[in-house]
């Protein structure tokens, strides 16, 4: 006898999907959580309110925003119950042809069609609204700078997941029949990835998770899972700690039939290395940590001396626009609200990505002497957020990393090399030229002097993604990925991963809307409680599949 059905570990696009269909098709549910959860006043006011904006839980820090480390990127993340849909830029696009079709699983079946139907339920579950409603000059800025780079056709208006109703006025639930909270229009703060304090933002709390737990989900927020082992009789072993605890971690142990990681890629994949290294789960496929994905992204963009009052940069939702520099680059407009310049800190001088380190820190002075008191001033966090527009630039290109474990200072910790495909840039000319372009066209707007930025980290050949992606992907064999097309680990077909480390191939648009809809296929594919599984079953011998029904069927 099992604790619970189902484990649920994180509570993303991907666990909330599984939380709530699971719960649905009668399974008793348990969510463990790292993060804590928020009501809508609990959010930090501005993302200077550090502890509660930030995620460094051993320093007493218990906020929205995590930020990793590895060799060959830095990664911003998610935190709390709701995980990355709490402090994401609520934007919601579908990915185009490439994606679907990249040879890592384009042979498995037709993916576009097979998940039409489930973008369709993750679109009406998130509220997306095909196009962000409102203009203004930041709208008006990316209009041109698509212009003057000659793809001005490219140019459209984001999908979004926000309520706008009327601004500030709350109403019942208008989603879900009531049986969802209650809603209040969006103010167009543009703190959306602070935390929505207003209530407007289509986060996991707002829909999936809401619903779940009306049906009987028990959600543990402040519970990190430090261990996922199998049991000889069938089922696993669940053991969480109390998160960032030094002393009395209250390690508990549960035992559940199946196990689902949704923990986020850095997460998911820092247990699957560490439960195949410690021999908790020894029939992970060595393929764990390939194929490693950050979206091909550069974080650049454009700032200027100072803007007028009326100009109101940081009006509007986070991100509102987007362009194609090319057919596999894709830029979009970011935005903090007034007051949020903290991350405005990662911002630097332009500097030519090609170089050699010291080249580029040649190039970085260089640009700071020319003009030291413009530099000053345009690398000030004085309002900072009002001064600037973020392109956040993302790309279908095949580039990938590979990640594993390395002992350092006494612990396991996951390190990366460059993988499959093209390495892993450590700048975007694309993004370089697009950020220019928005420069100037800032200028134009303002009539005050703007300069294209880049990042501290991409000075130092690091890149920032937003988009950590796969590394336990969805393949036709353990001997190329980690899950099969119905989220399975090969080897251990009770223990499933339904979030971003599944995700393939770079999407070259924001992932939320795929992770969920493919966590929608999944749960799709689990049968009732107590019935037949129509999955095919896995060899006990070699992981793969014996498909019972020809691969292009769902």
């Known amino acids: 006898m099992f604790d619970e059905d189902v484990v649920v570990v994180g509570s993303g696009f991907g666990g909330s999907v599984a939380a709530l269909r699971l719960s649905e098709k009668g399974y008793r549910v348990r969510v463990f959580e790292a993060g804590r959860r928020f009501a809508d006043d609990d959010f930090a006011k501005t993302s200077w309110n550090v502890r509660r904006y930030l995620w460094a839980p051993a320093l007493g820090c218990f906020g929205v925003q995590r930020i990793h480390r590895l060799p060959h990127v830095m990664i911003l993340a998610g935190a709390g119950v709701g995980g990355g849909s709490l402090n994401y830029a609520n934007t919601l696009y579908e990915p185009g042809p490439a994606f679907f079709a990249d040879p890592q699983w384009g042979s498995i079946r037709d993916w576009r069609a097979a998940l039409a139907p489930h973008y369709a339920t993750a679109k009406r579950m998130l509220g997306v609204v095909d196009a962000y409603p409102h203009s203004g000059p930041v709208e008006r800025i990316m209009a041109g700078a698509a212009d003057d780079l000659g793809v001005g056709e490219s140019f459209r208006r984001a999908p979004v997941g926000v309520w706008f109703g009327e601004p500030g006025r709350r109403v019942p ?85 199946e196990v689902v990681l949704a923990a986020g890629t850095w997460g998911t994949q820092q247990l699957l290395h560490r439960m195949k290294h410690t021999g908790a789960l020894p029939r992970i496929p060595d393929a764990v940590g390939r194929l490693t994905r950050t979206n091909s992204e550069a974080l650049d963009g454009a700032v200027a001396v100072r803007v007028p009052e009326q100009l109101q940069l940081a009006r509007g939702v986070a991100i509102t626009t987007s362009f194609h520099v090319d057919e596999r680059t894709h830029v979009e407009n970011v935005r903090y609200g007034p007051g949020s310049n903290l991350m405005g800190a990662l911002a630097t001088v332009l500097v030519p990505g090609e170089r050699s380190l010291p080249g580029r820190l040649a190039a970085l002075v260089r640009g700071i002497l020319r003009a030291p008191v413009t530099a000053v001033r345009l690398g000030s966090l004085r309002r900072w957020s009002e001064r600037g527009i973020i392109a956040l630039v993302m790309q279908t290109a095949d580039n990938s990393l590979t990640l594993s474990l390395r002992r350092r200072f006494g612990r396991w910790r996951l390190t990366s090399a460059q993988g499959h495909g093209a390495p892993n840039p450590s700048h975007l000319p694309e993004a370089h030229r697009a950020a220019q372009a928005i420069a100037a066209r800032l200028e134009q707007e303002s009539g005050i002097r703007a300069e294209a930025r880049g990042s501290w980290p991409e000075v130092f050949g690091i890149p920032l993604t937003a988009h950590f992606l796969g590394g336990a992907v969805i393949s036709s064999a353990p001997e190329t990925g980690v899950v099969d097309e119905y989220h399975r680990v090969w ?52 992981g793969a599949a014996r498909s019972a029904r020809p691969p292009s069927s769902d």
């Open 173 to 257: 639930d208008p989603y879900f029949g009531g049986e969802g909270p209650d809603r209040t229009g969006c103010t167009l703060c543009g703190n959306c990835m602070v935390g929505c304090r207003v209530g407007a933002k289509n986060t996991l709390v707002k829909n999936y998770l809401a619903l779940a737990e009306r049906r009987g989900v028990a959600i543990e927020p402040l519970r990190t899972v430090t261990e996922v082992r199998e049991l000889a009789t069938g089922g696993f072993a669940i053991t969480t700690v109390r998160s960032g605890a030094w002393l009395r971690r209250r390690a508990r142990t549960v035992t559940a039939r």
């Open 491 to 542: 080897g251990h077909p009770g223990l499933h991963v339904v979030d971003g480390a599944a995700v393939p191939a770079n999407p070259g648009v924001n992932p939320s809307l795929t992770i969920t809809a493919l966590a929608e296929r999944a749960m799709s594919h689990w049968p009732r409680r107590g019935e037949p599984d129509e999955r095919p079953a896995q060899d006990a011998t070699t």
